[in-house]
């Protein structure tokens, strides 16, 4: 069976790969962007009842689908100092390099002969080997090197409900918003489809042809990258830099656990990310500067709305910095949306309420339905067509069969044959005997089942 990419965990890789299927079936000019991780998601053993988690080396027979593109390579740099060569003009300097190979995926709509992408990186280290060291301890050394460089791309963290500020995942985070960035800009200056030349320098128009949707926290770095590329590399002003970035991106808030909001020390992105880290400050102090003309001499506001965290150990708020730098934020379900604006962001949501909104979350019929369980598509495809596979709210005309003796008859023939092949299978993998007439409740783990953690750009 072909190895199954897991490269996502929980709520989000599901989400992720269902936006990627629902834009590719809307015809939509989307791009997926995520990290070629060469071990996703663990794979998962049962032993004595007990799950047991393996490496998930799914690449160990490659991936028939993907396809290298190292004619777009992009440099992607970490440590180094922010030097001033002129009053106002700010260079990152004396960087650390690793490479950004590309790798796409078809992501293909359902019967509409649209096919989108999704663009996995992987780190490489731009380290060349000389032979003639090799019984030297810097050839050794050069090899270790390489390998930490390349360790950016090795792993998926298991978790996303619980923040971990460890720095190689900020490399990971920050790896994936600079090639992506990058890689749009490119696009976006490109003349035409297929042509390399850079023909369009003029980014009045950026906003209204790309759209960053944040999936979560973990790209907000793209908003300080963004600004950064703009200005230092385009050569763009703070004002046109920031009216870009804050059209261009949306942010989509997934939880609302302390423990999972994640809060960058300071002086881990001074060390790592020196220039975005000059950045946040400035977006911060503007901010603040905002906040006081709203709500004069009210320093507790102030306090609990700055993206710098000063209690204890000097945190950034990437939630915070997410919402100042986006022009929406919305919540997953109507629910959700409200305790954002009622409580998590309720500071946020009475200065700027035009900001937050809802978007509830959905799912992909054609993978969750039409695929995993094709009889009970099948007995509903005999009742009302099969325009339901690409309008899911087609499925409320089955209300008018909620008395139908036929219709719940055939549909509960088809759970009983579920059910049969279910214990067919834990009996010959496990050796488990079970009641097919049982009641099964079953918890099914759905970010292992094709999950991409990107965020994706339209």
Not at 78 to 100: I, M, N, S
Not at 163 to 170: Q, T, V
Not at 373 to 383: F, G, M, Q, R, Y
Not at 435 to 454: C, Q, R, T
Request: hydrophobic share 40%.
């Amino acid at each position: 069976m072909e190895e199954d990419a897991g490269l996502g965990n929980g709520g989000l890789g599901r989400l992720a790969a269902c936006f990627l299927d629902s834009m590719a079936t809307l015809g939509m000019a989307a791009y997926g962007y995520g990290i070629r991780y060469e071990y996703g998601i663990f794979a998962q053993r049962i032993e004595n009842g007990e799950q047991k988690e393996e490496p998930d080396d799914w690449l160990r027979f490659g991936c028939p689908w993907e396809k290298a593109r190292p004619e777009y390579l992009l440099p992607v740099s970490f440590y180094g100092r922010v030097e001033e060569p002129e009053a106002g003009v700010k260079k990152w300097v004396d960087t650390q390099v690793v490479l950004a190979m590309p790798y796409d995926n078809p992501i293909p709509g359902y019967g509409n002969n649209v096919v989108n992408t999704l663009r996995l990186w992987s780190a490489k280290s731009p380290i060349n080997f000389n032979l003639k060291f090799f019984n030297d301890g810097d050839y050794i050394q050069a090899v270790l090197d390489r390998n930490l460089a390349e360790n950016i791309s090795r792993v998926l963290y298991p978790n996303d409900n619980f923040f971990e500020g460890k720095e190689l995942r900020l490399k990971q985070e920050y790896f994936l918003c600079s090639a992506s960035l990058q890689d749009i800009i490119r696009r976006f200056k490109a003349s035409k489809f297929g042509s390399r030349a850079t023909t369009r320098t003029d980014f009045q128009l950026f906003s209204q042809k790309v759209a960053i949707q944040l999936n979560d926290t973990h790209p907000s770095l793209a908003i300080p990258e963004l600004m950064r590329l703009l200005m230092d590399t385009e050569g763009l002003s703070w004002e046109k830099a920031w009216e870009i970035t804050t059209e261009t991106c949306a942010y989509t808030n997934h939880t609302v656990l302390p423990e999972a909001l994640e809060r960058w020390e300071t002086s881990m992105l001074e060390n790592i990310l020196p220039r975005h880290l000059d950045i946040i400050y400035k977006i911060n102090f503007l901010h603040l500067q905002e906040v006081q003309k709203r709500y004069p001499d009210d320093v507790h506001r102030m306090r609990r709305m700055s993206l710098v965290e000063e209690d204890g150990v000097k945190r950034v708020n990437m939630a915070f910095l997410a919402i100042v730098g986006s022009h929406a934020v919305n919540g997953v379900a109507a629910l959700h949306s409200e305790i954002i604006k009622s409580d998590v962001f309720k500071d946020f949501y009475e200065m700027m309420p035009d900001k937050f909104q809802n978007k509830t979350n959905g799912i992909t019929p054609r993978r969750w339905l039409l695929l995993c369980n094709p009889s009970l598509s099948d007995v509903i495809a005999e009742k009302i067509g099969e325009e339901w596979i690409v309008h899911l709210d087609q499925l409320t005309q089955l209300k008018q069969y909620d008395s139908d003796p036929s219709f719940l008859r055939s549909v509960q023939t088809v759970k009983q044959e579920n059910k049969m092949k279910l214990a067919a299978y834990l009996q010959k993998e496990y050796g488990l005997t079970i009641n097919p007439a049982s009641m099964f409740d079953i918890h099914v783990g759905i970010e292992k089942v094709n999950s991409i953690d990107p965020w994706c750009k339209i």
